[in-house]
C-alpha cells in the first residue's frame, strides 16, 4: 500500500473555467498531532492508515507541506442560504488539495478543511476547530456504517495552534474524501454569471465523473438532472427513517451526487419530535426535521432555475416530479422495512404516520423505540415498550393496529426481528456521546473518541462490548445545542 504523500492527482475539477477554482496554498499549523484515522477510508485510498502518523504525513494533513504533483485549489461557488442567495460563497476555509484515483478506477476527491484563508474567505480565519473536525469524522463514518450515502473522513489533526471561537480552541484540520465536491451552488454561480458556456461546462464535468452514460447534450443534460433529483431523494429518505437532521441545508450544503454533505450543526433525534430543530441558529425552523423532504425540494427547484439555460420547463418539472415520486415511495418501504412488514397494504401509509405520531404523544425515543421493537414478538405483547411510554392509552391503541397488520404477514416472527434487525441500529451517533469524546480530546485523551468510533462502525451488530453506547441519553441530554460556529 502507498502513503498518503504517494499519491497521484489527476485534477479534472482543473479543468473547468478558470473562474470555478483560485488555486492556494494551505497555512501551516503548529506542532500537529493525529486524533483518529479511518481505516476504512484509508484502504478505500488504497493507504495504509499506519502512515497517517508520520511526520511526512501530518506535514500534509497540518498543511505545511503539499506534494509536488498536488495543486490545491479553492473552489468558487454561490448559495441560497436559509432562502437568500448569497453570491459571496467559496471554499473559504477548505482547499480541494487533490482528486486521486485507485486501482478499481475510483476518483476521489481530498479536501482539506481547516487550512488557512482563501480569496472566499470573507474576513474568517479560515481555520477549523477540534470540537467540528470530531463531530464531522464520526458523522461521516456513523451514516456510512448505516447505510446513508455521506462523504468520508480520513483523518482529524490537532495542533497548537490557537483558534478564537466563543474562547480559545485548537487550531485543527479534517481531510474530506468525497466522490464529488460539486454543490447546487456551483450551478447557480454559473447561472448568475450569466455566461451559458459555464452551466455547459460544469454540466459536462458532472457527466463526465458521475454519469458518463449520458450524453453532453439537451437529453443528458435532462437526464442528469433527473438523476441528480433521484439520488437527492433516496438520501432525503435515509435520513428521515434513521431519524437524523441535518440542520443547515442551504443550496451551497447540497452534493450534486446526493451524498449527505458539509456536517455542521447535524443531530440523530433522541425523543421523536417531528419539528427537531439541531441548529440554535434556525430560530425559524426552516431546517427542521420535517421540513428536510420540503426543503430539499426547494433547493432542487434552485437548482432547477440554474439549469434553465439548459434545459427547458418541461425537463426540469419531470426531474422534481422525479423527486416526489421517488422520495414518496422509498420512505414507506423503508418504514415498512423498519416495522417488520415485508408486504405493501393499501393501509400503510396512515398506520405509518400513526406510528410517528404515537412516538411524539408518548415523548418514545426513536431509535430505542425500533431497536426494542425488532427482538420482540409482537404478538405476544409489547411491554417492554409500553412501560416507556407516557400516554399508555395512545400507544395500546397503536399497538392494537401493529399486531393485527404484523398478524397479515407471511413470515414467522424469527424471520422478522432478523429482518427488522438489519434496518433499526443499536447505535447511533448521539449528541452527548460525541460531545463526552469531543471534551476528553480536547484534553488529550483521544481513546473516547477511537472507541465511540468503534462502536459506530457497527450499527446493527448486537452485544454486550459496546452496550453503554445502545443507552438512552441521559435526562438533560436533548437540551445540547449545536452552532455552525466551528
Request: charged fraction near 20%; aromatic fraction near 10%; charge should be negative.
Amino acid at each position: 500500500m502507498n502513503n498518503l504523500n504517494a499519491l497521484k492527482s489527476e485534477d479534472p475539477y482543473q479543468n473547468l473555467p478558470s473562474s470555478f477554482f483560485t488555486q492556494q496554498q494551505p497555512t501551516s499549523l503548529k506542532n500537529p498531532a493525529l486524533v483518529i484515522a479511518s481505516k476504512s477510508c484509508a484502504e478505500m485510498l488504497e493507504i495504509d492508515v499506519n502512515t497517517l502518523s508520520s511526520a511526512e504525513s501530518l506535514d500534509l494533513l497540518s498543511g505545511a507541506r503539499v506534494p509536488e504533483r498536488w495543486n490545491p485549489v479553492a473552489m468558487k461557488y454561490f448559495g441560497h442560504q436559509f432562502g437568500y442567495l448569497n453570491p459571496d460563497l467559496g471554499d473559504g476555509r477548505g482547499l480541494l488539495m487533490a482528486q486521486t484515483r485507485n486501482s478499481r478506477g475510483e476518483l476521489w476527491d481530498l479536501h482539506l478543511k481547516g487550512s488557512g484563508t482563501t480569496p472566499y474567505s470573507r474576513g474568517g480565519d479560515g481555520r477549523a476547530v477540534l470540537r467540528s473536525c470530531i463531530r464531522e469524522f464520526l458523522a461521516s463514518e456513523a451514516l456510512t456504517a448505516l447505510g446513508i450515502p455521506a462523504t468520508r473522513a480520513l483523518a482529524v489533526i490537532t495542533s497548537d495552534t490557537p483558534v478564537y471561537r466563543e474562547a480559545q480552541e485548537h487550531g485543527s484540520t479534517l481531510l474530506r474524501v468525497a466522490r464529488s465536491h460539486i454543490r447546487f451552488g456551483h450551478f447557480e454561480f454559473a447561472y448568475h454569471s450569466k455566461d451559458k458556456s459555464l452551466s455547459e461546462a460544469l454540466a459536462r464535468y458532472v457527466i463526465e465523473q458521475h454519469y458518463p452514460c449520458l450524453a453532453p447534450n439537451p437529453q443528458g443534460y435532462a437526464d442528469m438532472f433527473k438523476l441528480i433529483c433521484e439520488a437527492t431523494a433516496r438520501m432525503i429518505v435515509h435520513w428521515q427513517a434513521q431519524g437524523f437532521a441535518h440542520g443547515v441545508m442551504n443550496t451551497d450544503n447540497m452534493s450534486i451526487i446526493g451524498d449527505t454533505f458539509d456536517f455542521g450543526p447535524f443531530g440523530f433525534m433522541d425523543r421523536f419530535r417531528s419539528a427537531y430543530i439541531c441548529n440554535h441558529s434556525d430560530h425559524q425552523g426552516r431546517y427542521a426535521f420535517d421540513r428536510q423532504p420540503a426543503i430539499a425540494h426547494w433547493n432542487l427547484s434552485v437548482l432547477a432555475q440554474s439549469l434553465t439555460p439548459l434545459l427547458d420547463n418541461n425537463a426540469l418539472t419531470a426531474g422534481l416530479q422525479a423527486y416526489s415520486a421517488t422520495f414518496n415511495h422509498g420512505f414507506m418501504q423503508r418504514m415498512r422495512e423498519k416495522l417488520g412488514w415485508i408486504n405493501a397494504d393499501n393501509a400503510d401509509d396512515s398506520l405509518i404516520f400513526e406510528t410517528l405520531q404515537m412516538l411524539q404523544a408518548c415523548r418514545l425515543d426513536y431509535s430505542d423505540f425500533f431497536r426494542r421493537l425488532s427482538y420482540v414478538d409482537a404478538a405476544q405483547g409489547l411491554a417492554e415498550l409500553r412501560d416507556l411510554a407516557i400516554d399508555i392509552e395512545r400507544f395500546d391503541l397503536w399497538a392494537e393496529q401493529y399486531k393485527k397488520r404484523i398478524s397479515q404477514e407471511d413470515g414467522s416472527a424469527a424471520q422478522r426481528r432478523t429482518s427488522m434487525q438489519k434496518v433499526n441500529p443499536q447505535r447511533i451517533l448521539r449528541n452527548h456521546l460525541a460531545q463526552a469524546a469531543i471534551e476528553a480530546a480536547e484534553q488529550g485523551d483521544y481513546s473516547v473518541v477511537k472507541r465511540l468510533h468503534e462502536g459506530l462502525l457497527k450499527p446493527y451488530q448486537q452485544g454486550p462490548e459496546f452496550e453503554d453506547l445502545s443507552a438512552l441519553p441521559p435526562e438533560g441530554s436533548e437540551a445540547l445545542e449545536i452552532s455552525c460556529s466551528s
